[in-house]
């Protein structure tokens, strides 16, 4: 029994999914699931038949229950214990005592190891671990891959799903709350935004949520978040916000001193008014995000990237700079987290991660000067002691860093000029993603630079087994390759993709095909419902956004040719533009990541890209557009017309 007891592991904190020694089985029809999942909530106990079709039917009982309930149990007990005999007892799913039990382990199941690493961060907090509870409650978290018994029916699963969200919440905001203790706000905000996100009623989440935002020197965001909580609670359930709440607002609106992060006893900042912290005195920040679930591919880029952070930091003083430039959704961010972490340990001084907000579509690019404000207090500067002036905070957090083996993470860099100033220097390294090519940091800063593109169709399969699940993807490697395609093998796309066929446990990639398949719909579905950072056309959209007027209007006139090719002049005639004027265009473009360089005068669509193209070339008028598909075929009619000479012998 013990062998078979440890054979089965079952996870609910999602879709559904078991395993038996390993590999996962079939669970069956969702009834099916509702009476696993209710055995399994009593695990190694007898659940009564009765109960059983309470659980499942409700108050809705047909007459063909108890047929039903007898056909479920078969069912599993055929995918659970293939080898058992009719005859045969068993000993996972057993008949006794006028109902049926599950013997298993308990701590195959994901909602027990959720429960134990719960307790178990609790008590190393309490113990004042908190750096190593914080790591146990993300543990935690990251056993969740969705709604927790998504798409099981019944009123025993409902009442379930609601007690696990209700925990799940529960956990979010301990960690929060440890978070803000351990002065890490930034990972505070990456926390809690996904779980307002998904509970935005929840004024509990939202407060941290603003505090932390606060703390972080994002005082405006954490305003304006309370804007939108207001007016949400009004009209969602006509009610103000709770007093804790207001009296928040009004601290933050006047940034009372009692909202400050609390400055740690060792080491401190504190000192006599006027006087800079001494580097013996800065805090140690550990502001990098979580790694990203599921990771897969780009071995060769993290191998150059550490082979060139190891190099550097062999030269003493020597302060690395790589920038990782991309198209939107090609999975910078991801890479640079994933290396972040990697190669933390060698820097002990501290890891700060800046988010420029380069390609924001509200405009709302940080200044080079709001960055080094927000790096300054993140190493214990107070607030009233930041220079306003560019050059002497520059020169502030450079001296502060003088020295110091510190991390250095800047997001979603807009230009060169956002990034120089944060560049310290000594035995440093600075990393750096853009949606645009850099040069002036490799020509001026010696910045290394590494552009990302695609993923193979190997990397892409195996991002999408470690985000749906590797059974799920088994012998159906032709439609695989073809979702790959039609993702444009971009990550981004490639997540979304993953996120859809583990959200319905009946989906399969053939079908997923097909859905995708029409160009004119296929970004509609590349998309998450009320999270636009998942969304391939709105994060096209926001480096559409920041071309120049007369580049955008070039991208619109080029998004009018059927063909993914682009020749220079085929842009000067779409776009009506001279030979040199249509050149430079379509370099802002390639800078962009907009356009890829096939060669110097050829040029080529990434295949999202191309669909949005089309789609912006909706925004010229009709007149313009046949304008446009004119002067492009008055050119093919006079490539044509030009006499093509043979080579002949001499």
């Known amino acids: 029994m013990r062998q078979l007891q440890e054979s089965l592991c079952l996870a609910v904190l999602g879709p559904m999914r078991a395993w038996r020694h390993g590999d996962e089985i079939t669970l069956g029809p969702p009834k099916q699931r509702a009476v696993l999942g209710l055995l399994a909530s009593r695990v190694n106990d007898v659940v ?47 008949s006794t005592g006028g109902g049926y039990a599950l013997f298993m382990d308990p701590d195959a199941l994901d909602t027990t190891l959720f429960a134990a690493e719960g307790r178990r961060a609790r008590r190393l907090r309490e113990a004042g671990d908190g750096a190593g509870a914080a790591e146990i409650y993300h543990a935690a978290l990251r056993l969740w891959r969705g709604e927790a018994y998504f798409g099981v029916p019944g009123p025993f699963a409902a009442v379930e799903r609601t007690r696990l969200h209700e925990l799940r919440l529960s956990v979010v905001e301990e960690l929060a709350e440890l978070l803000l203790e351990l002065h890490r706000p930034a990972d505070a905000v990456t926390v809690l935004s996904e779980a307002v996100a998904k509970e935005p009623l929840r004024e509990k989440l939202r407060g941290l949520l603003m505090l932390s935002l606060y703390r972080g020197g994002r005082q405006a965001d954490a305003l304006s978040l309370y804007r939108e909580t207001r007016q949400l609670l009004l009209e969602e359930l006509g009610i103000e916000p709770v007093p804790e709440l207001r009296d928040l607002h009004n601290q933050i609106l006047v940034g009372h001193p009692d909202l400050d992060d609390p400055v740690p006893a060792e080491p401190t900042t504190e000192g006599p008014a006027g006087v800079e912290p001494r580097q013996g005195d800065l805090r140690r920040p550990a502001q990098l995000p979580c790694r990203p679930r599921g990771f897969a591919g780009r071995a060769a880029e993290l191998g150059r990237l550490r082979e060139l952070v190891e190099r550097d930091q062999r030269c003493p003083g020597t302060t690395t700079v790589a920038v990782l430039e991309g198209g939107a959704g090609t999975g910078k961010t991801a890479l640079t987290v994933e290396l972040a972490h990697e190669i933390a340990a060698g820097f002990p001084d501290g890891q700060l991660f800046v988010d420029l907000r380069g390609s924001a579509r509200d405009g709302g690019s940080l200044s080079a000067l709001d960055a080094l404000g927000f790096a300054l207090a993140s190493l214990g500067v107070e607030r009233g002691r930041v220079p306003g002036d560019l050059s002497a905070a520059s020169a502030l957090y450079r001296s502060l860093l003088h020295g110091r083996r510190m ?42 630079r590494l552009a990302l593109g695609p993923v193979s169709t190997t990397e892409a399969t195996d991002l999408l087994a470690n985000l749906a699940g590797a059974g799920r993807l088994v012998g159906r490697e032709q439609e ?54 998942t969304d391939v056309r709105a994060a096209l959209a926001a480096t559409y956004d920041a071309l120049p007027p007369e580049t955008a209007r070039a991208f619109r006139m080029l998004g009018c040719c059927p063909s ?48 949005y193209a089309s789609e912006c070339s909706e925004l010229e008028t009709r007149a313009s557009r046949m304008a446009a598909l004119g002067r492009m075929l008055g050119l093919r009619r006079r490539e044509e017309s030009v006499p093509q000479f043979e080579e002949t012998a001499a």
């Open 564 to 611: 993914t090719a682009i020749t220079t002049q085929m842009a000067a005639a779409l776009a009506g533009l001279t030979h040199p004027e249509a050149h430079h265009q379509l370099q802002v473009l390639v800078d962009h990541h907009l356009l890829d360089e096939v060669s110097g005068c050829l040029h080529r669509f990434p295949p999202l890209v191309r669909i």
């Open 407 to 448: 991390l250095v993470v800047l997001d979603d860099a807009a230009d060169a000029e956002q990034v120089r100033q944060l560049i310290p220097g000594g035995p440093a390294c600075v990393l750096v993603t853009s949606r645009r090519r850099q040069r002036g940091l490799a020509a001026r800063d010696g910045a290394y």
């Open 48 to 94: 009564g038949f009765e109960e059983i079709i309470d659980a499942v039917w409700g108050n809705e009982v047909p007459p063909t229950a108890a047929n039903g309930v007898h056909t479920y149990i078969a069912g599993l007990r055929r995918v659970i214990e293939p080898g058992r005999s009719r005859r045969d007892l068993g000993e996972v799913l057993v």
């Open 480 to 533: 695989v390759a073809e979702l790959a395609e039609l993702c444009g093998h971009l990550p981004l796309a490639l997540r979304i993709a993953a996120g859809a066929l583990a959200a319905e446990p009946g989906l399969t990639p053939a079908e997923l095909v097909r859905r995708y398949r029409l160009p004119h719909t296929r970004l509609d579905q590349l998309a998450v419902r009320g999270d636009a950072s």
